[in-house]
DNA sequence: GGTTCTCCTATAGAAGATCAACAGGTGCAA
DNA sequence: TTGCACCTGTTGATCTTCTATAGGAGAACC
């Protein structure tokens, strides 16, 4: 009831995922999926359907290694951590949004000229 | 060869099409591929595999209402214009594209606190 | 010792958007 | 009449996300 649920832009939860890692280091898929949600300010719901899923294509596509450990509360957990070719595509996509944002922000302008 | 395509990040096609038919007024499918991938200075390949069914979808959910008519080069072609409706939903998508960038922002800028 | 809660990982199937590739009609100019 | 640029579509594949479901395991309380 209050508000919209807003769904994930795809194409954008990789970014997320390999931000995230990149700023808080190696974590756990459930940590990672709270600490996008806090960002959001939980207006963004992030499905664990969702997520590993994508930690597996991540991994797949050797961007993120996992490696397996104890959470802070004890349970036997799964940690991602970003690889050197993880880092470069961060970099790679970060760029892209900032293309993608800066051209929006032409367009939702208005300006008639080509 | 030169540079990265860049391909239409998906959920944000509804809001580029609506948004031009809001600046430019009435406009055939062919002209609001052409002025998208102006505004992206040609890093947007729009497809017309991609364009047509966002139309046709867009015209289904009553966001936009189509027309024939003669175009400036005097070909046939169907004019699209924006509905009362389509104008709202605009709205309603420009203001979540804000708050996705804005969350995006933060993230991005990696700052540590929730 | 048992029950229940929260944490944490995972998979299957459906839905939806975009892409690549193809197909076709028509005005205009050479 | 040939060729080109303009303009509208369709089909099938692929990818991403969502919904729904399943289960193990530590911790806390009884």
Redesign the interface.
Known sequence: MAG?K??V????LD??VL??L???GPMHGFGIARR?E????N??QLNQGTLYPALLRLQQKGWIASKQGVSENNRRARFYSLTGAGRRQLKKE?E??E???A??A???A?N?G?
Do not use: F, H, P
Request: aromatic content about 2%; hydrophobic content about 45%; charged content about 25%.
């Open positions: 919209e807003t769904e832009l795809q194409g954008t970014l997320m931000k995230t990149d700023t808080m996008i806090q960002i959001s300010e207006l963004l970060a892209n949004w293309r993608m944002t051209m929006m032409r367009l939702l208005g008639e080509a």
